[in-house]
């Protein structure tokens, strides 16, 4: 299953992200008879892999019809197969993809999710397929094919197309299809993966929930799995509210630079005073306030000691730019990004969806002022992040 490029891959020894095992590779049924010098990293499952046996696998899954990829090991004292879905974030990482693999794989995932929805339509004898009504004057009909569907034909004349707000033509199937395999991969922002005929580039234009619930079609039952799922994913991201560990109840924290925050509900049943830890979630030790850590054994942040830590990279359309840290927090609000390193050097970030410059750190309107989208910036590539901007929302 190895491809040109792959025998190359390696982890790094130094990742604090990754959890490596000294155990053989679960994916690989005939390791080296020799023993293999390469590092395995444990998946989420609790499963050894190396790059190349991972990337062959998921690629084989792609090429077999299958865009969610389930790990084939066995599990431990059975001959049942262990089955745990792993994202494609995951799978992304711990398959050290190159970015013409990430190419290949998302393009992939878009055109199956797209295809195996789009299938219902195609049920014969079905009553309930969603149709649109040719007599809606709220929506814009076209007569091109499904943007969408990489199967659909000019000549299914029955079915209506109907026009997105970008432009790009869907029908209700393609449609949810493709929405609802965004939110099985943990996104809950609905942007529109159809090429534009122009720049051959992804469109990425963000529908509302709105528009999506009108032109899916959706179901009352799908709209709960939406609005159930979407709800979830964004309070998830924010990470605004965690379960006090003392009373298990959620509270919020009103200083984002203070690690060290009081729980009133405790205060109240306890009559005493009762601080935790935002950062380690255990009862408060040492002075405060403080931004970077309690006194717990243990108490570190994570994400800054990722961002101290990964690899570097480069962009091979951008002219100059070389070793840049491959992951960045966003300065507006402190997500983290990774960028796919095709086309500029610039990102929006998914959490604020502010533009910024992965190089240099400065929002794109500021960035360019003295530098272009495919040239290295003014100020070269900014250091490693040492702290992580806190989101001030108006």
């Not at 050894?48 to 004292?77: E, N």
């Not at 195609?122 to 040719?134: F, N």
């Not at 991969?185 to 993966?193: H, N």
């Amino acid at each position: 299953m190895s491809r040109p490029g792959q025998d190359d891959k390696r982890y790094d020894r130094r990742d604090t992200t990754l959890k490596f095992v000294t155990r053989p590779d679960d994916l690989d049924p005939m390791p080296p008879e020799e023993g293999d010098q390469g590092l395995r990293a444990e998946m989420s499952c609790g499963h050894a892999v190396t790059p190349q046996s991972l990337t062959g696998w998921c690629r084989s899954l792609l090429d077999q019809g299958q865009y969610k990829f389930k790990c084939p090991a066995l599990q431990d004292g059975t001959l049942q197969q262990c089955g745990a879905l792993w994202s494609y974030q995951e799978v992304r990482r711990l398959a050290v993809l190159t970015a013409e693999e990430m190419q290949h794989f998302e393009e992939n995932m878009a055109r199956l999710a797209a295809a195996e929805y789009c299938d219902f339509k195609t049920c014969p004898g079905c009553q309930d397929e969603k149709r649109y009504d040719p007599r809606d004057t709220t929506m814009s009909f076209v007569d091109r094919p499904d943007d969408l569907d990489p199967l659909s034909s000019e000549d299914e004349e029955e079915c209506l197309r109907a026009e997105m707000s970008c432009g790009h033509a869907v029908t209700p199937q393609s449609l949810t299809g493709w929405c609802r395999s965004l939110l099985d991969q943990g996104q809950y922002k609905f942007r529109c993966p159809a090429i534009n005929e122009d720049t051959q580039e992804k469109c990425g234009a963000i529908w509302s929930y709105r528009e999506v619930r009108r032109l899916a079609d959706l179901s009352a039952e799908e709209m709960e799995y939406f609005e159930e799922n979407i709800a979830r994913m964004a309070a998830a991201e924010y990470q605004e509210f965690k379960a006090c560990p003392g009373c298990k109840t959620y509270v919020e924290r009103k200083n984002l630079t203070n690690l060290c925050v009081r729980c009133l509900v405790c205060a109240a049943d306890k009559k005493k005073e009762f601080q935790f830890c935002w950062q380690c979630l255990k009862p408060w030790k040492g002075p405060a306030p403080r931004s970077d850590c309690c006194d717990n054994d243990g108490c570190i942040n994570h994400d800054l000691e990722l961002l101290r830590t990964c690899k570097t990279t480069s962009f091979p359309q951008v002219r100059g730019v070389h070793a840049c840290p491959s992951i960045r927090a966003c300065p507006t609000c402190g997500q983290k990004v990774e960028h796919d390193k095709t086309g500029c050097k610039n990102i929006i970030c998914p959490r604020c969806q502010v533009e910024f410059c992965f190089v240099c750190l400065k929002l794109t309107p500021e960035c360019l002022k003295t530098s272009s989208y495919f040239i290295s910036c003014s100020d070269g590539v900014a250091p490693r992040q040492t702290a992580i901007p806190v989101w001030r929302r108006k």
